[in-house]
C-alpha cells in the first residue's frame, strides 16, 4: 500500500524583541525584523502553494504573532490556529505527542515554536542534520506516514528550508 504522506512545517518564530525587561519571557513581541521577515517567508512557500489545513503554535506572543502573519499570507482563518500550550520549552517527547494529536484528515500541518526544541525536533524527524533553525527559518519535511500516530524518528525527509537571509536582497 502507497503511503499517504503527511506534510509537517516547522517554523521557528520570527525574531523577537528585547526591549522591555519587565516582560516575561512568554510575552515578548516581535521586533521590527520579526515583522518584516515573517510575510516575506511566508510569501516564499505561498509562491511554492503550501496551504497548510491546520496550524499549530505556542501560546507566546512572539510564536503566536509570526502564525497570525503566516495565516493571513497564507489565507488561513487565524481563529482557527490551534494554540498548544505544550509547544513552548518543548521537549522531544511533548513536540512528537503534539503532532501525533493531528487529526488525520489533515494532509500538511504547520507548528511554530522555539529553539532549541524546533530545531532537535527537526534533527529527530528529518533524514539530514540542520545546525540550527535561525529566527523565522521553515523546515518542511514530507512524513513517511499514513497515520500522524506514526510520527517516529527519522520518518522526515527534509523537502524545504527556508531561512529570511536567503531572501535579503
Same mark, same amino acid.
Given at each position: 500500500?502507497?503511503?499517504?504522506?503527511?506534510?509537517?512545517?516547522?517554523?521557528?518564530?520570527?525574531?523577537?524583541?528585547?526591549?522591555?525587561?519587565?516582560?516575561?519571557?512568554?510575552?515578548?513581541?516581535?521586533?521590527?525584523?520579526?515583522?518584516?521577515?515573517?510575510?516575506i517567508?511566508?510569501?516564499?512557500l505561498?509562491?511554492?502553494?503550501?496551504?497548510?489545513d491546520?496550524?499549530?503554535?505556542?501560546? *507566546? =506572543?512572539?510564536? +503566536?504573532?509570526?502564525?497570525?502573519?503566516?495565516? &493571513?499570507?497564507?489565507?488561513?482563518?487565524?481563529?482557527? !490556529?490551534?494554540?498548544?500550550?505544550?509547544?513552548?520549552?518543548?521537549?522531544?517527547?511533548?513536540?512528537t505527542?503534539?503532532?501525533?494529536?493531528?487529526?488525520?484528515?489533515?494532509?500538511?500541518?504547520?507548528?511554530?515554536?522555539?529553539?532549541?526544541?524546533?530545531?532537535?525536533?527537526?534533527?529527530?524527524?528529518?533524514?539530514?542534520?540542520?545546525?540550527?533553525?535561525?529566527?523565522? *527559518? =521553515?523546515?518542511? +519535511?514530507?512524513?513517511?506516514?499514513?497515520?500522524? &500516530?506514526?510520527?517516529?524518528?527519522?520518518?522526515?525527509? !527534509?523537502?524545504?528550508?527556508?531561512?529570511?537571509?536567503?531572501?535579503?536582497?
Amino acid at each position: 500500500m502507497n503511503a499517504q504522506m503527511k506534510t509537517l512545517y516547522l517554523i521557528r518564530h520570527a525574531k523577537s524583541s528585547w526591549d522591555d525587561s519587565s516582560q516575561t519571557d512568554f510575552e515578548r513581541p516581535l521586533n521590527d525584523r520579526g515583522e518584516h521577515d515573517a510575510p516575506i517567508i511566508a510569501k516564499a512557500l505561498l509562491d511554492k502553494k503550501i496551504k497548510p489545513d491546520l496550524i499549530v503554535s505556542s501560546p *507566546a =506572543v512572539r510564536a +503566536l504573532s509570526t502564525a497570525k502573519i503566516f495565516a &493571513k499570507v497564507l489565507h488561513y482563518e487565524s481563529e482557527n !490556529i490551534l494554540e498548544e500550550e505544550r509547544i513552548y520549552e518543548a521537549t522531544m517527547r511533548e513536540l512528537t505527542e503534539v503532532v501525533r494529536e493531528i487529526p488525520d484528515d489533515v494532509k500538511c500541518a504547520m507548528l511554530f515554536g522555539h529553539n532549541p526544541g524546533i530545531s532537535n525536533f527537526v534533527n529527530l524527524l528529518g533524514d539530514q542534520f540542520v545546525t540550527d533553525m535561525p529566527t523565522c *527559518a =521553515v523546515t518542511g +519535511l514530507e512524513l513517511k506516514i499514513n497515520s500522524w &500516530k506514526e510520527t517516529e524518528r527519522h520518518c522526515g525527509k !527534509i523537502i524545504l528550508f527556508e531561512y529570511p537571509k536567503k531572501h535579503k536582497k
